[in-house]
């Protein structure tokens, strides 16, 4: 275990959300991914909660980076992207280990995985049509990730508070 994301917090974006079953009435429906138990939904639920309880993936290539410090959990050909974020606005791009003598969690399989910050927001979510990320995905999930750190960020309101 890494001990880097032991019991993270895992949010939509833009949202105080709490986990809970379709019946519990509780925070935002922001996404069919959060409310719709299909089998997919399912997997990435179990994918997200493994990461947030342990601080791995739940298996090989459940979780990719994609570009500048932007990731990916993956489940069969769908994909849902994430971030960590200090909750305030702000972002440091983790970007994946590529030299063993540099692994933060050595002892772990998933070495290359750099540890991140406590609260991590999941993003842009897509259906995988070639090996590669599409462009046009890659470029919502940075657009996702601006649009929730602005979101994050006082307003000049706030600071007067």
């Not at 959300?17 to 179990?46: E, I, M, Y």
Request: glycine share 8%.
């Amino acid at each position: 275990m890494t001990a880097q994301s032991a019991r993270t917090e895992v949010h939509p974006p833009g949202s105080s959300w709490t986990p809970c079953g379709p019946d519990c009435g509780v925070g935002p429906k922001r996404t069919n991914l959060w409310t719709n138990r299909s089998a997919t939904t399912t997997g990435f639920l179990n994918a997200i909660g493994h990461w947030a309880n342990t601080g791995e993936p739940i298996y090989r290539d459940a979780v990719k980076s994609l570009e500048n410090g932007v990731w990916e959990f993956r489940h069969g050909d769908k994909s849902l992207t994430f971030l960590d974020t200090d909750g305030k606005g702000g972002y440091t791009a983790k970007l994946p280990i590529r030299r063993y003598s540099d692994a933060e969690a050595p002892d772990s399989q998933f070495w290359p995985i750099p540890y991140f910050d406590r609260l991590i927001r999941v993003g842009h979510a897509f259906t995988k049509v070639s090996q590669k990320t599409l462009k046009h995905d890659l470029s919502e999930s940075q657009n996702v990730r601006e649009e929730d750190l602005d979101y994050d960020r006082p307003t000049r309101s706030d600071v007067d508070r």
